[in-house]
Structures are given as C-alpha cells and as structure tokens.
C-alpha cells in the first residue's frame, strides 16, 4: 500500500489535503456500507480515513479489507457519545491498536444503552398511535445497526402519522417531545479514559457545534485535556474561518493536536468524504503527526492494524 504523504504542519493550503478523520456507515446512522465509505474515498482521492461510527467498531473490519484493496490509509476509530456538565459531548476515538480492555467493555454498554433507549422511544410513540414502533422503526433502519431518532420520524412517515420527518421531529421527536429520550452515556472523563488504555488517541468531535461561549469551550477542552484529551477536531465540516482562526488559538494555548472531518452520513447532501472547509495556518501539530498514530500513518495503516479489532 502507497504510504501517504501528508502535511506535517497546517501551512494554510486551501487546497484539499486527503483526510477525513470523522465518517460514518450504516453500522451506525450512515447511509452506505462501510466498503462503499472506503470506495467513495478512493474515488474522492481521501489517502488517509477514519471510520467513527457511533458507539461501535462493528464497520472496522468490512473498511479495512476495501482499504487494502483500494489503496487507502485507514485509521480503526470510533465515536464516542459522553455527557460533561449536562452537554452531550461527542470523543472520536483514533484506535491504532485498535478497540479493547475498558473501551472493549464500553462500547457493549452503549449498545445496550442505545437498546434500551430505543425500547423507550418505541413505547412513547406506540401511545402517539405508532402501533409496534420498534419493528416499524427497525424496518426503516435495517437490521444491524442501533435504532435512533430519525428512524422512528421515517416510520411515523410510512405510517401516515406525519407528512414528513420535520414534521416527525416537530411534534414528536424533537427537543422536549415525546420521543426525546434522553441517553444514561458515561461522563466525558470516563470515555476518554477508555481511549487512552486503549493506546489511543482521543479526539474532542467538533467543539464548535455545542452552541458553547468561548469561555465554556475553553473548560470544556481544559477537562478533556485533565482526562488524557490529545486532540480536538479543529475543522469538522463547513465552519466559518474567524471561528476556526480562533478554535486554532484555544488548541495552540492548550497543546492539543488537530484533527479534520467531515462528519460525513450520506451522499446527495453538502458533505462528502474528504469535503470541508481548509484549516488556517497555524502552530497546531495535526493529529497524523501525534506520536501514537505516526508509525501507523507511515505504514499505510496496514491490515494487522484493523485485525487487531
């Protein structure tokens, strides 16, 4: 496999750099395989991807082997759900040594949490008229990955309740509704406790989208830093450039390395794998260079990296 050569420091290039550390399959809410992620990063010249499902590594494997095939550098990682002060916080997990010990154990217990969750959803909405809502949402989900939100709107859609999932979220699902169950998920320390055993590097997944002050967002990454933090996305998506200059300045100040996604769910929308804005020139090591992912990065990432899950 081609070893990719990639930028060691930020020198504010807007030209694309060929990462994506932060995407999605249909293990979790995405809508392609994990081999179509894979293929569509290939075809979008991304050399170096994450996959960072929700709570799982169960896509690990399938990428891997579309990987090796395809030529493309790829990082075993997940996306961690946690709570810190009452915010629902996102850590992407980038696991060289892929998931075990605590992170092994943590990653069955959200699994569960997310059953359970889903369970709660399905009896609120059966008393809105949505009769076996948990067979009606798996069939909108499939029959793998975990139940969530928008495939309970999708079937208050098939079954007539609602004319469509704004609509769905607007009466039913949406903040303080009905259906908005909230999730029992591990403190943010704990989770990225379970990253560190692990030999991996926890990443904070877009601090700019927690509607947070600049002041809060600097607690926020001084306590991820206290727990064994070692990176924040610094670009996740399209973001304004002001606001990623000045995200730039908090990381720079605290030490942190720099991470790049896309959030990327599913194609036809804004985001595509390897798409988003181009991050500022600045101090901030990027995240490839930290020394627990260099060796892998150099390496091409290669299979023994994802077997290892």
């Known amino acids: ?52 499902d929700h709570d799982t590594v169960a896509g690990v494997a399938e990428a891997g082997e579309a990987a090796i095939r395809l030529g493309v550098s790829l990082l075993p990682a997940t996306e961690l759900s946690t709570r810190w002060h009452g915010v629902g916080i996102h850590v992407v997990g980038l696991l060289p040594q892929g998931a075990r010990g605590a992170l092994a154990e943590g990653l069955e217990a959200q699994a569960r949490a997310r059953e359970a969750r889903a369970e709660e959803i399905a009896g609120r909405m059966e008393k809105l008229g949505l009769d076996d809502a948990l067979a009606r949402a798996r069939e909108q989900a499939g029959p793998h990955r975990p139940l969530g939100r928008p495939d309970f709107a999708r079937a208050l859609v098939a079954a007539g309740l609602v004319p469509d999932m704004a609509t769905a979220f607007r009466k039913h699902l949406g903040s303080g509704k009905a259906g908005d169950v909230k999730a029992h998920w591990p403190a943010l320390a704990e989770v990225v406790g379970w990253v560190v055993e692990a030999g991996g590097v926890a990443v904070l997944a877009h601090p700019l989208r ?24 610094l670009v996740s998506g399209f973001q304004n450039a002001d606001v990623t200059r ?5 990381l720079d100040e605290r030490a942190l390395h720099a991470s790049l996604g896309s959030d990327f769910h599913f194609p ?23 020394p627990l992912l260099a060796g892998v990065v150099a390496a091409g990432c290669d299979a023994s990296a994802s077997g290892a899950l």
Do not use: N
């Open 268 to 290: 036809g929308g804004h985001l595509a794998p390897g798409s988003m804005s181009p991050p500022p020139r600045t101090a901030v090591p990027p995240v490839w260079t930290h």
């Open 246 to 250: 000045d995200l730039a300045r908090q």
């Open 210 to 233: 927690y509607g947070l002050t600049r002041r809060k967002r600097g607690q926020l990454l001084d306590d991820f830093i206290a727990a064994g933090g070692q990176a924040a996305e």
């Open 1 to 52: 496999m081609p070893q990719p050569s990639l930028p060691a420091r930020f020198e504010g290039d807007s030209a694309p750099l060929g990462v994506d550390l932060h995407m999605h399959s249909t293990a979790s809410d995405g809508a392609l395989a994990p081999a179509e992620v894979v293929a569509l990063c290939a075809a979008r010249g991304v050399r170096l991807m994450a996959l960072t």
